[in-house]
């Protein structure tokens, strides 16, 4: 049976993949990168951001580079580099249509 | 521990769900925190919580699916690795203990970061838990099956051998064990339905149906352990074997005597030291009230032949015609399992039974099992000395003449 493909990228997910646009990083700067970001409207839990590590890493979407006592640091492969911008033309067509949604029927 | 103060006070709990009733867990973990029972660390051992002493509080508990097994034989004793414990302390979440496929962590502050801020991620984590509980489902159905197929060849010899009531309650524990893994497995698929919106939050069990759910098969486990190291020492014992000479029942199938043929001068018991020969042990079952097990070495002579040689019976009078056929079927089908390699089946002539069979082993030494009504019997037959030998038609049709 082969493999289930990746999910669709949740925010927190997006959001991970675009700290590491930014270069190699552990995985707290990542988080303080986001919450930076997203002027604290996006706040990753430990949990789930050591979730989406895993599954990225799994899915060799970041590839990990350093580990140092505690803190592991991950860079963004091709895939994954792939993957965020499959994910940000797909957002970008969402507010496109939602845009035009808006001109077309006189919402804001 | 940060922002809790604790006194040496200690008290200890049965948890009032199952370890994957997330939710459930920490709402029973905050309401004892509230009332200044803080969760040990390390705090679970044998399913029991230890909690410790401190100022009554509102702390948040939370669970985590835990993405590698836990166990004795597992990296760290199943606890999070350093880079979860690395940023989960970072903002301030400190780890407490694992229980079953979830680790817990606690915060002093309620308004801190939650530990899982995505629904989506969080049921993605649960991925790898129901996996392991997939695997953990398929070995608890395997040992029911072993327990049948593998180990004695067929149900009823399996049942008698161990008593009937003793296999009958091994089987139910292994099925409400593998029934238990089935339920968590389907509670789990719902409560991971439920975070991504697609299902209700999976009902829960009220702690009482918990309790029973759990604590009694541990009780019938212990209880049964007990009855089987009593029973392993009674079989060790053989003091409960009767001499044959001294053995006041009838033997209801031909002895060497009989098989030998007419009337016997003389009889001398066969010397070998250190074995139970000509003794006779007799035991009871529920599929099988009556049961002989027979071992007779002799040199004999009659007014027919001299015969030297050994006789090892097991008889059974068992519950119904039906029950004796299923076992002597047993008999046979163990004899030629996969596990045993030097078998060979012999033929017999028609006797006066209503089932026979025959086979070789290792040594060459040819067994008969033979049903007729609502005994069995089986026999292993074997011979020595300069005498002529009888043939395996010849002893297995006095057997088979013999039965009532």
């Known amino acids: 049976m082969p493999r289930k493909p990746m999910v669709m990228l949740t925010e927190a997910m997006f959001y991970v993949l675009m700290a590491f646009l930014r270069g190699e990083m552990c995985g707290i700067d990542a988080a303080d990168y986001i919450e930076r970001r997203t002027g604290g409207r996006v706040k990753l839990g430990p949990a789930t951001l050591y979730t989406i590590l895993g599954k990225f890493e799994k899915e060799k979407l970041l590839k990990e580079t350093l580990v140092e006592g505690r803190k592991r640091s991950y860079r963004i492969t091709e895939k994954g580099l792939a993957a965020y911008e499959a994910e940000l033309a797909r957002l970008k067509k969402c507010v496109l249509d939602a845009e035009k949604e808006a001109e077309e029927h006189g919402r804001n | 521990m940060a922002g809790i103060d604790m006194t040496a006070r200690r008290t200890y709990r049965l948890p009032p769900c199952p370890a994957y009733d997330v939710e459930g867990m920490e709402h029973w973990l905050e309401g004892m925190a509230e009332q200044g029972w803080f969760l040990a660390e390390d705090g679970f051992f044998f399913g029991v919580a230890a909690f410790e002493r401190g100022e009554p509080k509102r702390v948040k508990y939370r669970l985590a699916a835990a993405r590698k097994p836990g166990g004795v034989f597992s990296d760290n004793m199943g606890a999070p690795d350093a880079e979860q414990l690395e940023l989960s302390s970072r903002y301030d979440w400190e780890y407490l203990d694992r229980r079953g496929e979830f680790h817990i962590y606690r915060c002093p502050d309620p308004e801190a970061r939650e530990l899982n801020t995505d629904p989506e991620v969080e049921a993605l984590a649960l991925n790898a838990v129901k996996k392991r509980r997939r695997t953990a489902l398929v070995l608890q159905i395997y040992w029911p099956l072993y327990l049948i197929l593998i180990n004695r060849g067929g149900v009823v010899l399996a049942a008698i051998h161990l008593k009937t009531w003793v296999f009958l309650l091994v089987m139910i524990l292994l099925l409400w064990q593998a029934a238990a893994v089935f339920r968590e497995l389907k509670y789990l698929r719902r409560f991971q339905r439920s975070l991504r919106g697609e299902a209700e939050a999976p009902p829960r069990r009220s702690p009482a149906a918990y309790f029973a759910g759990k604590w009694t098969p541990v009780v019938l486990w212990l209880l049964l352990s007990a009855v089987l190291l009593h029973t392993l020492g009674v079989l060790l014992d053989k003091s409960g074997r009767a001499a044959l000479s001294r053995y006041e029942g009838a033997i209801p199938f031909a002895t060497m005597a009989d098989i030998a043929g007419g009337e016997v001068l003389d009889y001398a018991p066969g010397m070998m030291m250190g074995t139970d020969f000509n003794t ?92 007729k009504g609502d005994q069995v019997l089986r026999a292993t037959f074997s011979q020595w000395g300069p005498e002529e030998k009888l043939t395996l038609d010849q002893w297995a049709g006095v057997l088979a003449e013999s039965m009532e």
Not at chain 2, 344 to 369: G, I, M, R
């Open chain 2, 280 to 371: 006779v042990a007799e035991h009871r079952d529920w599929l099988a009230p009556r049961c002989l097990d027979y071992k007779e070495s002799a040199d004999v002579t009659t007014t027919v032949r001299r015969l030297s040689g050994a006789l090892i019976a097991d008889w059974y009078e068992c519950r119904s015609p039906g029950v004796a056929r299923l076992l002597a079927k047993d008999f046979r089908r163990y004899a030629w399992s996969p596990f045993r390699k030097r078998y060979a089946p012999l033929e017999l002539p028609e006797l006066p039974v209503d089932y026979a069979a025959a086979w070789a082993d290792t040594a060459h030494l040819a067994t008969v099992v033979l049903q």
